[in-house]
């Protein structure tokens, strides 16, 4: 929530064209190649797409584009935290394919899935949660988060569309998260800009913090922090908290979590839920389950 301020979600959507960054265009390898069969097998008329953690939605348009060519009349909805960007990633989409009814449910995955809970109606829905997000959780988060989901959220039949990134190389994964053109390092900083805005006035400076990226291969876990770069006190003065941060100190602020078959194997036992299909990008860097 704090990474992804309407700034963070638009270095974000930069940092999704860099080459560096394979993951996207992994992921759009899988959908552009699969989109076709997953509507043929898996999406009927009255069908609702629920789309977790949308964001600018790019890779969304191969299922959109598969649904109309298929001739389907769904309804999709589009999770995301960011209003102004969920807003305008929709609207020239609502424009595209007037076949399908778009609504934005700005807000966590958390209200969302009680809106859905709420508002259950009787659609068969698909989920989607792309970009490897399930990454930023822990395992066992990952796990409880798709077992609350199903408890919550889905009934017998629901499907949910899952994209995961792979355990690739230790020199694949530095770089996707550490870009030659220094986007993960905007978008990190960015997160620290956000918590003053949030906060209002100063908490961290950004001049005295460095972005740190550690590809940790034993536990198949990217950890991104910021070092502090000298002696200092951060403060929090409403809540009259200080912390003193010393030269070299880490704050870990994201992991994402890679994952190799057995490891999926797990998580999705650990949610109660089944695989019924599974699409690999081209290099086979990542994969998309159903
Ligand atoms: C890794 S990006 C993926 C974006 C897009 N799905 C893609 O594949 O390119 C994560 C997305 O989830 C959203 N997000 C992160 N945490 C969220 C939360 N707790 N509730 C709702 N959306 C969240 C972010 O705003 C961002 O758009």
């Known amino acids: 929530m704090i990474l992804y301020d309407d700034k963070g979600l638009e270095i974000f959507d930069k940092i999704t064209y860099d080459k560096d960054y394979y993951l996207t265009n992994a992921e759009i390898e899988v959908l552009q190649n699969n989109s076709d ?80 809970q709420k508002n259950q109606h009787n659609a068969r829905k698909l989920f989607l949660w792309l970009g490897s997000s399930i990454g930023n959780l822990t395992r066992k988060e990952g796990a409880d988060f798709l077992l609350n989901v199903r408890n919550t959220a889905m009934r017998d039949g629901d499907l949910f569309l899952c994209g995961i990134d792979k355990r690739n190389s230790f020199e694949t994964v530095s770089l996707a998260y550490n870009d030659r053109s220094g986007l993960t390092r905007d978008f990190a900083m960015n997160g620290l800009v956000n918590i003053n805005n949030i906060f209002k006035y100063t908490v961290f400076d950004p001049s005295n913090f460095m972005y740190v990226s550690i590809y940790n291969e034993a536990d198949g876990r990217h950890e991104a922090y910021y070092e502090s770069t000298k002696d200092q006190t951060v403060e929090f003065k409403e809540e009259k908290v200080s912390v003193h941060l010393k030269k070299g100190e880490l704050i870990n602020f994201e992991y994402s979590y890679k994952y190799s078959s057995d490891e999926v194997d797990k ?10 299909a599974k699409w690999s990008s081209n290099k086979e860097l990542y994969d998309c389950h159903l």
């Open 267 to 276: 998580l999705v036992e650990s949610s109660h839920l089944k695989i019924i």
């Open 37 to 116: 069969e997953l509507v043929e097998k898996y999406v009927k008329d009255g069908d609702v797409l629920v789309e977790l953690g949308a964001g600018a939605m790019r890779k969304t348009k191969y299922i959109l584009d598969a649904i109309t060519k298929a001739g389907r009349k769904i309804t999709y909805y589009a999770v995301d935290l960011a209003e102004a960007s969920l807003r305008q990633s929709l609207e020239p989409l609502a424009a595209t394919y007037p076949s399908i009814k778009f609504v934005g449910l700005w807000g966590t995955y958390h209200d969302s899935l009680s809106w859905i």
